[in-house]
């Protein structure tokens, strides 16, 4: 299965990247804006992905005119492995949607069973973080890796000056910057 994901910022060959490769997946990670991959909306292939901390209410719909599956909290089997993902971020400001307290994060994690490949718009605890309070990770996303080490965990949401880890225990970790693409 060869996957494009996709964070932050339109890649700028976006309309090149879907043209030379044959893709059977598309995962949206976030920090985009509707009119930055338009060019998705009409490809007859699976389409995943998850909301943002700077969305607001207004623009929740644009996953489903893109024609992107959004199933928060809920899994999908796809090219036969079972995807799960949790959208949104720790709660940093005044705002009842598209954030969650470390401990709602804890309640709703912790019901799922395990997947092949987690996809979260920020990361697990000590896992890619940084101690900017907006972009803070949470910790349940670390504690479901440590119980179920699912194949691949997908991320975006930090800026780092370091070296990235790839790997954790026996865990993929995938973290997108504009665009990754992935043959697994």
Request: net charge negative; charged share 30%; glycine share 0%.
């Amino acid at each position: 299965m060869k996957i494009l994901a996709i964070a932050d910022k339109k890649p700028e060959l976006l309309d090149k990247l879907l043209k030379d490769n044959n893709f059977d997946l598309i995962i949206t990670l976030w920090d985009l804006y509707w009119e930055e991959i338009k060019e998705i909306k009409d490809l007859n292939i699976p389409k995943i992905g998850v909301y943002w901390n700077h969305c607001n209410i207004y623009q929740s719909e644009y996953m489903i005119d893109l024609k992107i599956n959004n199933l928060h909290l809920k899994s999908i089997n796809i090219w036969n492995y079972k995807f799960w993902w949790f959208e949104w971020c720790v709660r940093y400001k005044n705002q009842e949607h598209f954030m969650y307290t470390q401990k709602e994060a804890n309640e709703l994690i912790n019901k799922l069973d395990k997947v092949d490949i987690l996809i979260a718009h920020c990361p697990p605890k000590w896992i890619n973080d940084n101690d900017d309070k907006a972009h803070e990770w949470f910790e349940a996303l670390k504690t479901y890796i440590d119980r179920y080490n699912p194949k691949y965990f997908f991320h975006w949401h930090t800026y780092n000056d370091w070296k990235f880890i790839r790997k954790y225990k026996e865990t993929n970790i995938i973290y997108v910057n504009w665009y990754e693409i992935l043959d697994i």
